[in-house]
């Protein structure tokens, strides 16, 4: 029986993405192609996946999206003066939060400035204010802090307390970098990589994105190895950009979960590990990756073991969500009734439909 082959998930041109007007979506559909390796090339303006922001808390006003390409929270603080402060945050005891931030940047404490932006931006103890936000980031980083330079610099790419200044926001965004800011180094990346804001210079954006990813950055890690998967910027390095991609799918990023195991199923720079791949591909598709699903349906539905009835519940559910497969549907046509119907059993149970 031939055995399946997967193919590289995503290029780089639709692997990476920033922009004031990004919302998170599914990624585009790809094309089939029997090769395990990409050659594809950067085109156009680069895409990525936002990742989710924290839900706001109950009663408060959702506030507008930032395009930045990480998560964005206060980092725990390293000065024991507004270790009270950080504490109520966490506990989300905000309003305490609030008024003991007040009273330490009243006295120039630049930790607690940043702590009141960041309650003023996402409208925790206090009603929403991006102005005020505005100006609490600006006079902690005026005062040298880097986290309260990285969130200004988000507020100005998504024109929230202000209008949109993207020069400016590259200017904190450096500034906050170069002083060890693994999330700031990663959005510097990207602008370097999007060429708009700052002139293009992939070998810049690699060595941030290099950075950030040694911090530990699962989204930089991620981006790495598909610069090293398609040598922009580096040299081609299959093993780097596997072991890239494990790193990332170890802390959770499912689109490097897909690269990975696709990488383990055609042992392209890593041992092949056909188990694992599928384990991992089982993994994403589980967390509703339309990629996953379907590069797990073509497993199943070509490998050994086959499982096609499993293959026809992934394959349409990724349907669903716009990937669709021309070779799966007329393969999986000649599955019987009686299977058909445990697999459309398995997608109403799937979707929580009777």
């Known amino acids: 029986m031939k055995r399946p082959t997967l193919w590289p998930k995503l290029g780089l041109a639709t692997a990476l993405m920033l922009g004031a007007n990004a919302a998170a979506q599914n990624p585009p559909p790809t094309q089939a192609a029997p090769a395990p390796e990409s050659t594809s090339k950067p085109q156009g303006k680069p895409k990525t996946r936002p990742i989710a922001k924290k839900p706001a808390p ?51 404490d630049p930790k607690a400035m940043t702590m009141l932006g960041e309650l003023n931006a996402n409208g925790l103890g206090v009603r929403r204010d991006d102005a005020k936000a505005a100006e609490w980031y ?12 990285f969130e200004l610099a988000m507020l100005r790419l998504a024109g929230r307390g202000g209008p949109v200044n993207r020069e400016e926001a590259a200017k904190w965004l450096a500034s906050s970098a170069k002083l060890g800011n693994p999330k ?69 990023n499912v689109d490097a979960e897909v690269e990975y195991a696709i990488a383990l199923f055609n042992g392209t720079g890593t041992p092949k590990n056909e188990a694992a791949a599928v384990a991992l ?8 990756n339309p990629i996953a699903q379907n590069r797990l349906a073509r497993v199943l539905t070509n490998g050994t073991p086959a499982d096609r009835v499993e293959a026809l519940k992934w394959h349409t559910i990724a349907k669903t ?23 459309d059993a398995a997608v109403r149970k799937w979707f929580g439909t009777k």
Do not use: C, W
Request: charged share 25%; proline share 7%.
């Open 281 to 288: 591909l089982r993994k994403a598709a589980r967390q509703n």
């Open 58 to 108: 109950p009663h408060s006003q959702p506030a507008p999206p930032i395009p930045a390409a990480v998560a964005t929270q206060p980092a725990q603080p390293d000065d024991a003066n507004v270790d009270l402060v950080y504490g109520a945050y966490q506990r989300g005891f905000y309003k305490t939060a609030f008024d003991l931030a007040t009273r330490r940047a009243e006295n120039g």
């Open 138 to 149: 600006k006079r902690a980083a005026d005062s040298g802090d880097r986290e309260a330079m």
């Open 184 to 252: 700031a180094a990663y959005n510097l990346a990207l602008l370097y990589l999007d060429g708009q804001t700052l002139p293009q210079d992939l070998r810049r954006s690699a060595e941030l994105l290099r950075i950030a990813a040694d911090a530990g950055s699962p989204e930089a890690q991620y981006a790495l190895a598909t610069f090293y998967k398609e040598g922009t910027g580096v040299p081609k390095d299959a093993e780097k950009a596997a072991r890239l991609l494990q790193a990332a799918s170890l802390a959770g």
């Open 321 to 343: 969500a716009g990937k669709g497969d021309p070779e799966l549907d007329e393969v999986l046509a000649k599955l019987g009734p009686e299977d058909r119907a445990k697999a």
